[in-house]
Nanobody, 114 residues
Framework: VQLQASGGGLVQAGGSLRLSCAAS????????MYWLRQAPGKQRELVAS???????NYADSVKGRFTISRDNAKNTVYLQMNSLKPRDTAVYYC?????????WGQGTLVTVSS
């Protein structure tokens, strides 16, 4: 698959954004999808993941604020981000993994102002 992320932008602290990651190609449902982020000067970190059948996992730092979901009919994964904080500022990447396949989207910038 190929991935195209979108939905980033500038938002005030406490606000919300929804990121989307559209996949092209076949067998999207077989892929576990991930959202990761990289803040300036920091290492890339896992934010959330979702399997093809909808099982999810979250980083402790976003639990209760972020929700990952997917629409397999639309080949799209989402990240709903609520109660955003300045420390959520980062470039957000979507990633797809299945067997030996490991594909990255181009990243979308989220900036949260205080």
């Amino acid at each position: 698959v190929q991935l195209q992320a979108s939905g980033g932008g500038l938002v005030q602290a406490g606000g919300s954004l929804r990121l989307s990651c559209a996949a092209s190609g076949r067998s999207f449902v077989r892929y576990t999808m991930y959202w990761l982020r990289q803040a300036p000067g920091k290492q890339r970190e896992l934010v959330a993941s979702i399997t093809g059948d909808g099982s999810t996992n979250y980083a402790d730092s976003v639990k209760g604020r972020f929700t990952i979901s997917r629409d397999n009919a639309k080949n799209t994964v989402y990240l709903q981000m609520n109660s955003l904080k300045p420390r959520d500022t980062a470039v957000y990447y979507c990633n797809a993994k299945w067997l030996i396949y490991d594909t990255w989207g181009q990243g979308t910038l989220v900036t949260v102002s205080s």
